[in-house]
């Protein structure tokens, strides 16, 4: 699973890549976040470990996975961690609201993952 995230890291979407300039080295947050990060059975995109908040990117094959990411979801919340989903075009389009959205939840640590409107 290493591997496979290190491999990940290096091909990041365009998405996750301008997610993670904000991200990154806390500029613009206080937390420490990584990216690609191996929890159990899965890699996410973002994770800051101190406030237990993942943040997922989703492309629109996400559409017909959505069973998959519920049973992901909610192994990672019996982790113990929140999950906040946005769609490759949220980020693209309206990084200043996921930037809001991902400050809101680290201040009030979310009790439910959240997910922006569909991409269609």
Known sequence: ??????????????????????????????DKFRRQHVIGPYIVDFV???????IEIDGSQHVDNQDY????TLYLKKQGFHV??????????E????????HEALSNNPSSPLRGPSPQ
């Open 1 to 30: 699973m290493k591997e496979r995230a290190k491999i990940l890291r290096r091909n990041q979407t365009i998405a996750e890549s301008k997610l993670w300039f904000f991200l990154r080295r806390r500029n613009f947050f206080k």
């Open 48 to 54: 800051c470990l101190k406030k237990r908040l993942i």
């Open 69 to 72: 990411d519920e049973r992901r």
């Open 84 to 93: 906040l989903r946005f769609w490759n075009n949220q980020v693209l389009k």
């Open 95 to 102: 990084v200043d609201a996921v930037l809001d959205l991902i």
